[in-house]
């Protein structure tokens, strides 16, 4: 799955009600609750904060709201281009001030699903990567030996020295058996790498 870099916004006009789409990275349902209350403050006298959230690394949290719209023509279409385009960790929010003139369920599905699907020409998306945290003690003439294909690999580096070198740091998880089989090559089959934990992020 991906998401999106940064947060977009667009606005069009269908028969006099004014929709205006924002999308947003997030990271929580605590960051979509804040930016939900900051769209209503930013759009105080909107007749509609509809809105739709993919969540988690495999986009199995999910929702959609129609705020008011009549049931399943604002939040669901919305969600439904957030998950064709197979999103995570994103929000998307339309802002209606209606216009005056009703637009039928057809109307509000196309206007709404347009609203977000026109977003997506307007973002970056980026994709899941996931890391390796790790750490090793080594002396230094053996890190002198690795210390440059090291640099060239790992994505987060800490060395504390002290009578051995002890080592944290972060290789991602694509790299890590190559690496490891390197380091041991290196090292003349000593095993010395141990991880601590996995990370994912997008990127």
Do not use: W
Not at 67 to 85: N, R
Not at 142 to 161: D, G, N, P
């Amino acid at each position: 799955m991906r998401s999106v870099k940064e947060i977009a916004s667009n606005e069009m006009i269908v028969h006099k009600s004014r929709f205006i789409g924002l999308i947003f990275p997030v990271d929580s349902e605590l960051d979509i609750q804040n930016l939900l209350k900051s769209v209503k403050t930013l759009y105080p006298d909107a007749t509609h904060y509809c809105y739709a959230y993919v969540l988690g690394e495999d986009g199995l949290i999910q929702k959609a709201s129609d705020d008011g719209e009549p049931q399943k023509t604002a939040g669901f279409p919305m969600l439904d281009v957030l998950k064709k385009q197979d999103l995570t960790n994103v929000l998307a929010v339309v802002v209606r001030y209606f216009g005056g003139v009703l637009l039928g369920a057809g109307g509000l599905i196309r206007s709404y699903s347009k609203s977000v699907s026109s977003l997506m020409n307007l973002v970056t998306f980026t994709h899941l990567q996931e890391s390796l945290q790790c750490e090793m003690t080594i002396d230094y003439q053996s890190f002198a030996q690795i210390e440059k294909y090291f640099r060239e690999i790992v994505i987060r580096l800490e060395i504390t020295y002290t009578e051995f070198i002890h080592v944290e740091f972060e290789v991602l998880d694509s790299d890590f058996l190559t690496f490891e089989k390197n380091i041991t090559n290196y090292l003349h089959g000593k095993d010395i790498i141990n991880v601590i934990s996995k990370k994912s992020y997008y990127q």
